[in-house]
């Protein structure tokens, strides 16, 4: 939409998503769930699967969630599309191939999967392949593959490109390699790497940078946080989280402030939620999560972020938890 009536009709769309949400805490007479700000997780309505080492991105007011492992720790194709106004769950088409520990962004309107383990079982079978889901017609198409075959990595989609950062690979290599494609031209280049190699990280996107969170080497968690600025075209340095993390989850909320949610340690999965506000270039601790999960999703519209299915406990184990909270 362009001109005066696309504004309105955004604007519009934007107030319909809000009072969705607020309905579907509101109308849900089984869950303990308020129409006003949250101060804590709350549930909504569970998944149709129960999975972890999944990728989630939010189209308008549906989420989109994709492979992972299902019960038994197969590898699956999966894809399921949850409404942020009626709080129902949906299964879409299936992807073109099964996928765990893959990565999901959104350009103009269209989903978009990269890379992860397509092994029918385990972490093996790292894959370059670049799939496209159009919502309107359901369907999915291949996109030119990737240069480089890896597996728990991150994505996010800045303008005209597709920015991948980090990942691994079957025989043991983590990578700090930073790869971009240009959605115009439809080719990939080589960007500068990352500081530090790490898999199991999380990235999002606020405004012209695609941050990059935490992870892991070897089992060992990270607090590294960098962000690459894609107008100058280099990484910069972020203050460390505050708490040691991989197998997690990312994205933004209003002004850019960027959460940081789940993962797992020797400890067990981990509750703690940070926000970095690029404001004050600060960490701070959000409310603890209600069901601590690794290999989740993590969307957001406007304040509200929601943490969706992954693992309760480390290593396999699964979840159709979907849980929301308002970020103050």
Known sequence: ???????????????????????????????????????????????????????????????????????????????ERYDLQTNGWKRMGNMPLALNHAAATVYRGDLYV?????????????????????????????????????AALTIGAVGDRLYAAGGAQANGTTL????????????????????????HLAGTVAGAYFYVLAGRVSGRNFRVAERYNTARNRWERLPDLRKERGGIAATTVSNGRVVVLGGEEGAG????????????????????????????????LG????????????????????EFLDVR
Do not use: Q
């Open 1 to 79: 939409m362009t001109g005066r009536s696309g504004r309105a009709g955004a604007l519009a769309l934007a107030a319909a998503l809000v009072v969705g949400a607020a309905a579907i805490a509101a109308t849900d007479s089984s869950r303990e769930t308020s129409a006003s700000a949250t101060t804590r997780w709350l549930p909504l309505r569970s998944a149709l699967l129960a999975r972890t080492e999944v990728a989630a991105a939010r189209i308008g007011r549906h989420v989109y969630v994709v492979g992972g492992f299902v019960g038994g720790g197969a590898t699956t194709a999966a894809v």
């Open 114 to 150: 990269l890379g992860g383990y397509a092994a029918s079982a385990g972490l093996a079978g790292e894959t370059n392949a670049f799939l496209r889901f159009d919502p309107d017609t359901n369907r999915w198409s291949r996109m030119p593959s990737a240069p480089t075959r890896r």
């Open 176 to 199: 700090k390699r930073l790869e971009v494609f240009d959605f115009r031209t439809r080719r990939w280049f080589r960007g500068p790497d990352m500081r530090v190699a790490r898999e």
């Open 269 to 300: 999965t981990i509750r703690p939620v940070e926000l970095y506000d690029p404001s004050r270039g600060t960490w701070r601790n959000l409310p603890g999560m209600r069901t601590p999960r690794h290999g989740l999703g993590a969307v957001a």
């Open 303 to 322: 304040n509200r972020v929601y943490a969706i299915e992954g693992g309760p406990s480390p290593g396999l184990f699964f979840s159709r938890a979907i």
